[in-house]
């Protein structure tokens, strides 16, 4: 595993968009609503919910760890969708912590460090 630091205090700097995005916030904004469907105990809300993440492929050129995300989200939002009363009910809190799971995977974070150095003579 490698780390690059920059100063980005000075350094111009700036982020892309990669293949996939736009699938991946589609699932993860249908998982987040299904997971308030679900919290809520709302059978018929669930297909309707989940209903964007469903038969979604990630293009061939996406990376394949957001292509691996793509395909988690889908397949929870294909079982929630399958078994509504079931995701709703005895299944909802471990359908809900995997959907968490699985959206968490698509989160970009990025860590800005500053870096002071005293030197004593």
């Known amino acids: 595993s ?3 630091l920059f100063n980005t ?5 700036g982020a892309c968009t990669l293949p996939g995005e736009d699938i ?3 699932c993860y904004r249908a998982l987040e609503d299904a997971e308030a469907a679900v919290a809520a105990g709302d059978v ?4 309707e ?9 990630a293009p061939d050129d996406a990376p394949p760890a ?3 995300a793509i395909t988690a989200m889908a397949s929870l939002a294909a079982a929630a969708q399958l078994d509504p009363a079931a995701t709703c009910g005895d299944g ?3 359908w809900s912590a995997a959907s968490r799971a699985a959206r968490n995977r698509v989160v970009r974070r990025s860590l800005e460090l500053r870096v002071v150095v005293s ?3």
């Open 44 to 47: 018929a809300a669930l297909p």
């Open 92 to 94: 909802a809190a471990a």
């Open 66 to 68: 957001l292509r691996d």
């Open 24 to 26: 991946a916030e589609r």
């Open 119 to 121: 030197v004593a003579p």
């Open 2 to 4: 490698s780390a690059y």
């Open 49 to 57: 919910a989940v209903a964007p993440a469903v038969e979604v492929d």
């Open 9 to 13: 205090l000075s350094t111009p700097h």
